[in-house]
């Protein structure tokens, strides 16, 4: 492990105590490192990935279509600039209103509690809602992800990804230029 090395003394000059390096040899203490590497990477846990279950739709030829009350639905609508655009209604009304929002935690999440609250009051339980998420063109796909978030957080049972922009959504693309 360790050497002490001297040199020879020579005939030539006066007579000088003779000089010693030591060496130590680290090539125990390298092994040891990397055993305790590789016992600390075989040991530990790494973290397991996070997924999100995803239902898939049924195929339409099987005709089943679930009818769903209008003061039961929200409709999310990602757009441009991380606005989200939010109203209550069906596909076939005429009035409506329209809220902006972004995709702060506090903005979103306080208006889907809040209409959860207004269906827990109608209809006996916030398990009632059903959300529809749907985007523009020119949203993000981290909007997306920030909205499903947002469902598991707020304990919304029943939402979907729609795919299908309708006349309402039209209008407010008009409006706020998300085509």
Known sequence: MAEMNTQ?????????????STRVDLTAMVDLGFLLITFFMLASAFQK??????????????GCQTEVRVSKTFTLVAGK?????????ADNETSFEVDSLTFSRQ????RIIQRQ?????QWGHQDELYVSIKFFPKSKYRNMVDLLDEMKICGVKRYAIVDKLNEMDGMIAARSGNL
Do not use: F, I, W
């Open 8 to 20: 020879e003394r020579s005939s030539k000059g006066p007579r000088r105590a003779p000089k010693s």
């Open 49 to 62: 990935p996070k997924a999100m279950e995803v239902n898939k739709p049924v195929p339409e030829n099987h």
């Open 81 to 89: 600039g991380d606005k989200v655009y939010c109203y209550t209604g």
């Open 107 to 110: 903005e979103l999440r306080e």
């Open 117 to 121: 609250q207004e269906v827990k009051a």
